[in-house]
T-cell receptor
Framework: GAVVSQHPSWVICKSGTSVKIECRSLDFQATTMFWYRQFPKQSLMLMATSNEGSKATYEQGVEKDKFLINHASLTLSTLTVTSAHPEDSSFYIC???????????????FGEGSRLTVL | GESVGLHLPTLSVQEGDNSIINCAYSNSASDYFIWYKQESGKGPQFIIDIRSNMDKRQGQRVTVLLNKTVKHLSLQIAATQPGDSAVYFCAESPLRRGQNFVFGPGTRLSVLP
């Protein structure tokens, strides 16, 4: 199946620093990518929808100035956690849908996730 | 608000038995559902999907059942194996939100030897 790669898989940073997480679709083009956040023993919570060439759409309660999303190409979306604090520590997961798929249907391909630990 | 939820947060089954994981959803407008498996420290993996014009779909050792009348979704795993131990999420796609999916809280499946 299609592959979505995330990097880094684990990052530890000091409070106040910014961290960038990359999400790449390796063998398909993704018009839309999604960013999720998952706390331990909890479900995935959609943070934002990233559309290639346009501004991301953020879910209610997600600070767009804190979680910067850039979808510069059909194969790359980045999430930057700015001025990270310990409460931002979480598992961040991206997903993507092949642009050839029908809208609102079709399998989502997930990355392996990026674990952020803020000290 | 609308939500997708699961009846059982944990499920333990003997190796070789069949497993049934349940999911209730409340948005009657949802027309596409997916079951995902997530192993510890990894991203979700697609298991099987179903559209609202179907009530049953089978894959390899897995079957998804959809009951639109009571807004209930289930995942059946036949001859459960140790490798099936994971957290299972159902996800629905509400039409009005475009391509987004809403995930249920998850059920942890533990396979006992």
């Amino acid at each position: 199946g299609a592959v979505v790669s995330q990097h880094p898989s684990w990052v530890i940073c000091k409070s106040g620093t910014s961290v960038k997480i990359e999400c790449r679709s390796l063998d398909f083009q993704a018009t839309t990518m999604f960013w999720y956040r998952q706390f331990p023993k909890q479900s995935l919570m959609l943070m934002a929808t990233s559309n290639e060439g346009s501004k991301a759409t953020y879910e209610q309660g997600v600070e767009k100035d804190k979680f910067l999303i850039n979808h510069a190409s059909l194969t790359l979306s980045t999430l930057t956690v700015t001025s990270a604090h310990p409460e931002d520590s979480s598992f961040y997961i991206c997903s993507a849908r092949d642009k050839r798929g029908a809208a609102n249907t079709g399998e989502l391909f997930f990355g392996e996730g990026s674990r952020l630990t803020v000290l | 608000g609308e939500s997708v939820g699961l009846h059982l947060p944990t499920l333990s089954v003997q190796e070789g038995d069949n497993s049934i994981i349940n999911c209730a959803y409340s948005n009657s407008a949802s027309d596409y559902f997916i079951w995902y498996k997530q192993e510890s420290g990894k991203g979700p993996q697609f298991i099987i999907d179903i559209r609202s014009n179907m009530d049953k779909r089978q894959g390899q050792r897995v079957t998804v059942l959809l009951n639109k009348t009571v807004k209930h979704l289930s995942l059946q795993i036949a001859a459960t194996q140790p490798g099936d131990s994971a957290v299972y999420f159902c996800a629905e796609s509400p039409l009005r939100r475009g391509q987004n999916f809403v995930f249920g809280p998850g059920t942890r499946l533990s396979v006992l030897p």
